[in-house]
């Protein structure tokens, strides 16, 4: 699993082969960094979109998605989107939003591009972003890969109050205020508005979070749970009254679990499984961590997808050494 550092921890982390180039906004030209890598191999290869978390810019950019994309011969790239979400530019702006495109269009005036498989991958604040982009764009994507994504910002502000951690200074400098004062801009900034548009699409979204994030992490596991219910059919959703349960107890309540089951691509520390379910063109896993992503577990479910083609939730038999050294918690 991918460990996501606390706020205020500076560890830089220098991705092996992945080189900096610049993007340029179709918006107002604004210039900013990204991490890319390209294959020698001229062929259509497909495209990996790793958006970065909620503190940081494209340089915190966790390894090990661009690492297994890499390994996979895949072409990766990872935008800076204007950097953390702190400013009115950043946190899925019209201008954010646009930075992703403008970074796909990047990549394939870099490389040929298999447009039956771009990929795109969040996790934390990545997956806000991720979120929208699905919402707005899901033509775009063969699929999404989910992990402990923040769903609903206004929410969050409540929860980061009652925690006491920096996220809703750092939203009230986005959005202008808080959700009280600016609801409007709360509000276009929450990917759960927009869903809608994704569910139509059929676009395949696997959404996973650790049962004890809200607890050991920062991001209470209802927010993976709602983003599930406005993608399900509505007879598969999970009810406000069980979400409040998992989210105090950390527990799944028996009615909504057949038995807690094993995930081997989760690795051995992260592969007991609590909830697993599947809707429409969306999944949901709450499994044995926090503020945690599995790489190896997102890279073969998305690798199994095409665009325009049904979701495939079988996943490709498991290298063990694949998943021994590439779990650990996720950088806010």
Request: hydrophobic share 40%.
């Amino acid at each position: 699993m991918a460990t996501f550092l606390a706020d205020g921890e500076d560890k830089v982390v220098q991705p092996e082969g992945l080189k900096t180039i610049e993007t340029v906004s179709s918006i107002d030209g604004f210039r900013q960094s990204a991490y890319w890598w390209e294959p020698s191999d001229p062929k259509p290869i497909p495209l990996l979109v790793h958006l970065h978390t909620w503190s940081y810019g494209y340089e915190m950019s966790d390894p090990r998605s661009p690492k297994g994309a890499m390994a996979n011969g895949w072409a990766v790239i990872c935008p800076n989107c204007r950097g953390p979400n702190n400013t009115p530019d950043a946190c899925a702006s019209e201008k954010a939003i646009q930075d992703v495109l403008d970074a796909v269009g990047e990549a394939k005036k870099r490389h040929a591009i298999d447009e039956e498989r771009i990929y795109l991958i969040g996790a934390s604040g990545g997956g806000h972003l991720a979120l929208m982009m699905a919402a707005l764009k899901p033509s775009l994507w063969a699929a999404v890969s989910l992990w402990c994504p923040v769903a609903d910002i206004a929410r969050w502000h409540g929860e980061g109050l009652v925690r006491g951690n920096g996220y809703p200074a750092m939203l009230e400098a986005v959005c202008g205020g808080t959700p009280a004062e600016r609801p409007d801009e709360y509000r276009r900034r929450t990917p759960l508005s927009f869903l809608g548009a994704a569910r139509e699409a059929a676009l395949p979204i696997d959404i996973a979070a650790g049962i004890h994030d809200g607890h050991a992490g920062a991001v209470p596991v209802g927010h993976a749970i709602r983003t599930f219910n406005a993608l399900a059919d509505a007879a598969d959703a999970i009810s406000e009254a069980d979400i409040a349960e998992i989210e105090r107890t950390e527990a799944v309540p028996a009615h909504l679990a057949a038995g807690a089951t094993e995930e081997p691509w989760y690795g051995e520390r992260h592969g007991r499984i609590y909830l697993r379910r599947q809707s429409a063109a969306t999944r949901l896993t709450l499994f044995e961590g926090a503020h945690d992503c599995c790489t190896p577990a997102a890279l073969a479910w998305l690798g199994e997808q095409r665009r325009g083609s049904r979701a495939v939730w079988e996943m490709p038999p498991l290298v063990v050494s694949t998943v021994s050294n590439e779990n650990s918690a996720i950088t806010k």
